[in-house]
Each structure stands twice: as structure tokens, then as C-alpha cells.
């Protein structure tokens, strides 16, 4: 098992896996926390906390969220070609890059909550909104960090960073929060208005994000100034004949990051819009004292989980783009549709048994986890399952269109999956009492939209056609088994025992019936099991059962 094992440590998948257990342990952080919080702000503080999320998303998503990927598309690129001269003077003109980006959005974002805020109809979360401000510029030069590192290879700094900056994150929201609300209280009761208590305490749960986001980038800095020694050493041996000169370098990261911005910015901008419409046709048909509160139900508990299990579509993506770039780099077309097969494989294998144990087990999981309002929050999630995969494969072919240089490609597949969505938003909530159901039907439309319109553009660069089989129809019959299994356990359950039995032993015994079916049916050969993470013991316990 010599060859397997060797090539473990460069097997983008392996880093892709690291990504992918820091993005899942983040978010499951996330989702615990939140869970604390929700009940501390209620719902309607959700509301407030989703609308200044929202536009604070925004203003990352045009400032800086796509400087990691162009970073290490980049950096990766150079690297290749042994210019690691060249590669430290993009790191360099990166940070240069994100100080007046990060630093711009977040003068903004202060400077004009208030008008900011009143775009949604939602003025007091403009309060939130200024505590996100200083988040922007920190993640702004947190993102050349970690893209640094991920052109280079190495994914750890990244995950580590992110675990590191979601748990500081956690325990000052919780404890922000508390404090907030209570504030919030007294000043209600002066002011006589009950919302500036839901309205401070959102506030007071955005803290946790600055403060974790600037631990992040601490650890990220350290580490690189450990390193600097051994990156020096490199730069000394660099006898490229070549060297780029800061405006160059500026042009280049520029002309890289602003089609990644668009594609990025149009993507996700379904939030902040869905948002907008949502409060304006819910006041429009009577329905404006409960939006927020809806729409709370919505984002912080419905939505939280179905976003768990995409963050590893957004880890394998962040991995892939760096090798593939590489491969294009050298002409090397076959690797990289090798590649975008290996990817989009591991993705589905986990993206098809998340969504059915979601949609099976949304109640139980619901009511295990929150407080309030959990009928509508559990129907919410079994509507809006089906998006676990669809984002999964949407997100992971914009960045392997992105990796491969096709930038402008997922922004006109964004544009019109957007207007798609806008047009079954808008009718369905403006034609029918849907409601927030609405919303989440359109989200399908889109991310439907996308999955279908960047295979095509796949196929079309890089003459790329994606196995059926292994990818979709053996996860998809495995996820299915699996099901069927822990719906009638759950059933079963359900008669004599709490929610935490209900939910945590069907997740276990499906897990086992989902691995044993993927095994069995051949969706996973021995050989490709090596180049995931911790794959030798996987082997050997599969070998030791009789699955392999």
C-alpha cells in the first residue's frame, strides 16, 4: 500500500477532506451555538441578526471572499513554475489588495447601517450591522492568509484557522448576547418599544464574529512568521529570469478576483434579495408584524442545518481550485478532469445521505434542538432538503469552472439562475399565500438552475462528462436504503422514547447502513478509500467486517 500512501499528502482530496471536517466541525459549532443564542434572542431576534448578516455577507462577498480562492489560484499557479519570488510579491500585493477593500467596506457598512437597514425594512438591525464593520477589514487580510497557504498546498493553516475562529466566535456571542438582551431590556422599557431588546441582543451575537475572526488571524500571522525562515530559503534559490513588479501583480489579482466577486457576489446575493421581497410582500398583503419573526424561524433554525453539510462542497471547491489551476497550467486536461470527477464523487457520497437523514428526521432534530416555534421550522427543512445537493453540486462546479479560467462562465449561469429565481419568487409570493415556503421554493430554482448550466459549461471547456453510477445512482440508492431504515426506526422510537434517542440513533445506525451500501454496491473502490482522510483505517475495519 506503498503508492497509496505516498501519494496521500498531495492528494487534493486529502486536503479537500481536511477542509471539509473543519468546515462540518465549524458548522456544527455553529449550529450549537446558534441554538443558545436563538433561545437567549428569540426568533424575532433572529430576524434582526439575519437581515444585518445579510448585508454584511454582501459587503464581504464584494470586499473579500473570494481573495482566498484568487489568492491560491494564483500563488498555485507560480508555484508550479518554482517563481516563489513571484508568488511572495502576490501574497504581498494581496494584503495591499484586501487593506483597501476590507478597509472600504467596512467604513461603509458604519458609516450607513442606517440607510442600509431600512433597504430591508428591518431599521433596528442596523444596531448589528456597525458591530459587523471592523469584521470586514479583519477578513479581508485573514482570506490572503489562508489563500497564501492554499496555494502552497496546505490546507491545515485554513482549517485550523476556522475552527480556531469559530469557537472564540461561539462563546462571545453566547455570552454577548445574553449580555445585550439584557441592556436591551432596560432600554426598552425607557424607550417603551419591546423590539430594541431582540434588536440588541442580535447585536450583541454578531460580537462573537470579530472577535473570532481576529483570533483566526493571529494564529494565521504567527504561523507565517514561523515559516518565514524556510520560505525564505526559497526565495534565495529563485533564479526566475522574470519578476513581476507590484502593479502587475495588483492588475493580476484584480482581473483574478473581480469575475470570482461577480459569480460569488450573484450567487449569494439570493439572501439579501429573498429578504427584501419577503418583508415587502409580506407587509404589501397585511403580514408585516410577523415577518421577522418568520423569517427568523427560517434562517436561524431551518436554514442553519441544511447549510451544515454544503460546507463541505465549499471545502472541497477552496482544494480543488489550486491542483487544477496547476493542471491547466501544464496542459494537463486529463488530470484535471480526473479531477473534477474525483470532487464531485466525494461530494455526492456525502451530500445524498445528509439530505434524506434531514428530511427524515427534521422533526425529531428540530424539537431536540430548539425552542419556539418547531412545526414550521420542521417543515421548512423537509421543503428545503433537496438543496443540500443541488448547492453542493452548484458550488463545487463554480469553483472548478473558476479553476480551470473559465471566471466568466458561472457569472452568466448565476445571472440567469437568478432571474429564474427572482421570477418563481416574486409570482409565487404576490399570486399565492405560500408565504415563506415561496422562498424556499425558489432557492430550489436557482440552485437547480445552477447545477444544470455549470455542467453544461463543464462540458462544453474541457469536453468534461461526469460519471453517472458511482456518483449519483449508487449514493443515491444507498441514501435511500438508509431512509427507509431510520424512518422506521424513528417511528418505532418515536412511541417510548425523548428526542435525543429519536435523532442521535437513527444518524448512527443509518451512518453504518449508508457506509455498507456504498461499499457493497461499488461506489468506493479500495484503492480511492487511501485518499481520504484516515482511508488505511477505513480498509481495514471495512476488511474486518466483510464489507470489502
Same mark, same amino acid.
Given at each position: 500500500?506503498?503508492?497509496?500512501?505516498s501519494?496521500?499528502?498531495?492528494?487534493?482530496i486529502?486536503?479537500?477532506?481536511?477542509l471539509g471536517m473543519a468546515?462540518?466541525?465549524?458548522?456544527? !459549532?455553529?449550529?450549537?451555538?446558534?441554538?443558545? /443564542?436563538t433561545? $437567549? %434572542?428569540g426568533? =424575532?431576534?433572529n430576524?434582526? @441578526?439575519?437581515?444585518a448578516?445579510?448585508?454584511?455577507?454582501i459587503?464581504?462577498?464584494?470586499?473579500s471572499?473570494s481573495l482566498?480562492?484568487?489568492?491560491?489560484?494564483?500563488?498555485?499557479?507560480?508555484?508550479?513554475?518554482?517563481q516563489?519570488?513571484?508568488?511572495r510579491?502576490?501574497?504581498?500585493?494581496g494584503?495591499i489588495?484586501?487593506?483597501?477593500?476590507?478597509g472600504?467596506?467596512?467604513?461603509?457598512?458604519?458609516?450607513?447601517?442606517?440607510?442600509?437597514?431600512?433597504?430591508?425594512?428591518?431599521?433596528?438591525?442596523a444596531?448589528?450591522?456597525?458591530?459587523?464593520a471592523?469584521t470586514?477589514?479583519?477578513?479581508a487580510?485573514?482570506?490572503?492568509?489562508?489563500?497564501?497557504f492554499?496555494?502552497?498546498g496546505?490546507?491545515?493553516?485554513?482549517a485550523?484557522?476556522? !475552527?480556531?475562529?469559530?469557537i472564540?466566535?461561539? /462563546?462571545?456571542? $453566547? %455570552?454577548?448576547? =445574553?449580555?445585550?438582551?439584557? @441592556?436591551?431590556e432596560?432600554?426598552?422599557?425607557?424607550?417603551?418599544?419591546?423590539?430594541?431588546?431582540?434588536?440588541?441582543g442580535?447585536?450583541?451575537?454578531?460580537?462573537?464574529?470579530?472577535v473570532?475572526?481576529?483570533?483566526?488571524?493571529l494564529?494565521?500571522?504567527s504561523?507565517?512568521?514561523l515559516v518565514a525562515g524556510?520560505?525564505r530559503k526559497?526565495?534565495?534559490?529563485?533564479?526566475?529570469r522574470?519578476e513581476?513588479n507590484y502593479?502587475s501583480?495588483?492588475?493580476?489579482?484584480?482581473?483574478?478576483?473581480?469575475?470570482?466577486?461577480?459569480?460569488?457576489?450573484?450567487?449569494?446575493?439570493?439572501?439579501?434579495?429573498?429578504?427584501?421581497?419577503?418583508?415587502?410582500?409580506?407587509?404589501?398583503k397585511g403580514?408585516?408584524?410577523?415577518?421577522?419573526?418568520?423569517w427568523?424561524?427560517?434562517?436561524g433554525k431551518?436554514?442553519?442545518?441544511?447549510?451544515?453539510p454544503i460546507?463541505l462542497?465549499?471545502?472541497?471547491?477552496?482544494?480543488?481550485?489550486?491542483?487544477?489551476?496547476?493542471?491547466?497550467?501544464?496542459d494537463?486536461?486529463?488530470?484535471a478532469?480526473?479531477?473534477?470527477g474525483?470532487a464531485?464523487?466525494?461530494?455526492?457520497i456525502?451530500?445524498f445521505?445528509?439530505?434524506?437523514g434531514?428530511?427524515?428526521?427534521?422533526d425529531?432534530?428540530?424539537?431536540l434542538l430548539f425552542?419556539?416555534?418547531?412545526v414550521?421550522a420542521?417543515?421548512?427543512?423537509?421543503?428545503?432538503?433537496?438543496?443540500v445537493m443541488?448547492?453542493?453540486?452548484?458550488?463545487l462546479?463554480?469553483?472548478?469552472?473558476?479553476?480551470?479560467?473559465?471566471?466568466?462562465?458561472?457569472?452568466?449561469?448565476?445571472?440567469?439562475?437568478?432571474v429564474?429565481?427572482?421570477?418563481?419568487?416574486?409570482?409565487?409570493?404576490y399570486?399565492?399565500?405560500?408565504?415563506?415556503?415561496a422562498?424556499?421554493i425558489?432557492?430550489?430554482?436557482?440552485?437547480?438552475?445552477?447545477?444544470?448550466?455549470?455542467?453544461?459549461?463543464?462540458r462544453?471547456?474541457?469536453?468534461?462528462?461526469?460519471e453517472?453510477?458511482?456518483?449519483?445512482?449508487i449514493?443515491?440508492?444507498?441514501?435511500a436504503v438508509?431512509?427507509?431504515?431510520?424512518?422506521?426506526?424513528?417511528?418505532i422510537l418515536s412511541?417510548?422514547?425523548?428526542y435525543?434517542?429519536?435523532?442521535?440513533?437513527?444518524?448512527?445506525?443509518?451512518?453504518v447502513?449508508?457506509?455498507?451500501?456504498?461499499?457493497?454496491f461499488?461506489?468506493?473502490r479500495?484503492?480511492?478509500?487511501y485518499?481520504?482522510?484516515?482511508?488505511?483505517?477505513?480498509?481495514?475495519?471495512?476488511?474486518?467486517?466483510?464489507?470489502?
Amino acid at each position: 500500500m506503498t503508492g497509496p500512501e505516498s501519494n496521500k499528502k498531495s492528494n487534493f482530496i486529502v486536503q479537500g477532506g481536511l477542509l471539509g471536517m473543519a468546515g462540518i466541525i465549524t458548522r456544527i !459549532i455553529g449550529m450549537i451555538y446558534r441554538i443558545p /443564542v436563538t433561545n $437567549i %434572542i428569540g426568533d =424575532k431576534g433572529n430576524g434582526y @441578526y439575519a437581515s444585518a448578516y445579510y448585508i454584511y455577507n454582501i459587503m464581504l462577498l464584494i470586499s473579500s471572499y473570494s481573495l482566498p480562492l484568487a489568492i491560491s489560484k494564483v500563488v498555485s499557479a507560480r508555484l508550479s513554475k518554482r517563481q516563489y519570488r513571484n508568488a511572495r510579491k502576490v501574497f504581498r500585493g494581496g494584503l495591499i489588495f484586501a487593506c483597501f477593500t476590507g478597509g472600504t467596506a467596512g467604513l461603509v457598512v458604519l458609516f450607513g447601517a442606517d440607510k442600509l437597514a431600512d433597504f430591508l425594512s428591518e431599521p433596528l438591525s442596523a444596531i448589528a450591522l456597525r458591530i459587523f464593520a471592523p469584521t470586514l477589514l479583519i477578513v479581508a487580510i485573514m482570506g490572503v492568509f489562508r489563500g497564501y497557504f492554499q496555494g502552497m498546498g496546505n490546507m491545515v493553516p485554513t482549517a485550523v484557522s476556522q !475552527i480556531i475562529e469559530q469557537i472564540i466566535n461561539a /462563546v462571545i456571542s $453566547i %455570552i454577548a448576547a =445574553k449580555s445585550l438582551f439584557d @441592556y436591551g431590556e432596560k432600554t426598552a422599557a425607557l424607550l417603551r418599544n419591546e423590539d430594541l431588546s431582540y434588536a440588541y441582543g442580535a447585536a450583541g451575537s454578531t460580537l462573537g464574529t470579530s472577535v473570532g475572526a481576529f483570533a483566526a488571524l493571529l494564529f494565521l500571522v504567527s504561523l507565517y512568521f514561523l515559516v518565514a525562515g524556510r520560505l525564505r530559503k526559497k526565495y534565495s534559490g529563485d533564479d526566475t529570469r522574470f519578476e513581476e513588479n507590484y502593479s502587475s501583480v495588483m492588475v493580476l489579482i484584480i482581473m483574478t478576483v473581480f469575475p470570482v466577486i461577480l459569480s460569488t457576489a450573484i450567487y449569494n446575493i439570493n439572501d439579501i434579495l429573498d429578504n427584501y421581497f419577503f418583508n415587502t410582500l409580506m407587509e404589501f398583503k397585511g403580514h408585516g408584524a410577523e415577518k421577522t419573526a418568520i423569517w427568523g424561524v427560517y434562517t436561524g433554525k431551518a436554514k442553519l442545518l441544511l447549510n451544515v453539510p454544503i460546507a463541505l462542497a465549499n471545502s472541497i471547491s477552496a482544494s480543488a481550485v489550486p491542483a487544477l489551476a496547476s493542471c491547466i497550467a501544464s496542459d494537463n486536461m486529463k488530470g484535471a478532469r480526473k479531477r473534477i470527477g474525483a470532487a464531485m464523487r466525494f461530494t455526492m457520497i456525502i451530500s445524498f445521505p445528509c439530505a434524506v437523514g434531514l428530511f427524515v428526521l427534521a422533526d425529531p432534530i428540530i424539537n431536540l434542538l430548539f425552542s419556539g416555534e418547531t412545526v414550521l421550522a420542521a417543515a421548512l427543512m423537509r421543503a428545503g432538503a433537496v438543496t443540500v445537493m443541488t448547492y453542493s453540486i452548484s458550488t463545487l462546479s463554480n469553483g472548478m469552472l473558476q479553476g480551470i479560467g473559465r471566471m466568466n462562465l458561472p457569472v452568466k449561469n448565476a445571472v440567469i439562475s437568478l432571474v429564474l429565481h427572482l421570477g418563481a419568487l416574486i409570482a409565487l409570493m404576490y399570486y399565492t399565500d405560500l408565504g415563506i415556503y415561496a422562498v424556499v421554493i425558489s432557492t430550489v430554482v436557482f440552485s437547480l438552475s445552477m447545477c444544470l448550466l455549470n455542467s453544461l459549461s463543464l462540458r462544453h471547456a474541457i469536453a468534461y462528462r461526469q460519471e453517472k453510477g458511482r456518483t449519483f445512482v449508487i449514493p443515491a440508492l444507498s441514501a435511500a436504503v438508509m431512509g427507509v431504515v431510520i424512518f422506521v426506526l424513528w417511528k418505532i422510537l418515536s412511541f417510548f422514547t425523548g428526542y435525543m434517542i429519536q435523532s442521535l440513533l437513527p444518524i448512527f445506525v443509518g451512518a453504518v447502513v449508508y457506509f455498507i451500501c456504498i461499499l457493497k454496491f461499488g461506489a468506493v473502490r479500495e484503492d480511492e478509500l487511501y485518499d481520504i482522510p484516515m482511508g488505511g483505517r477505513i480498509v481495514r475495519m471495512a476488511k474486518s467486517f466483510g464489507f470489502l
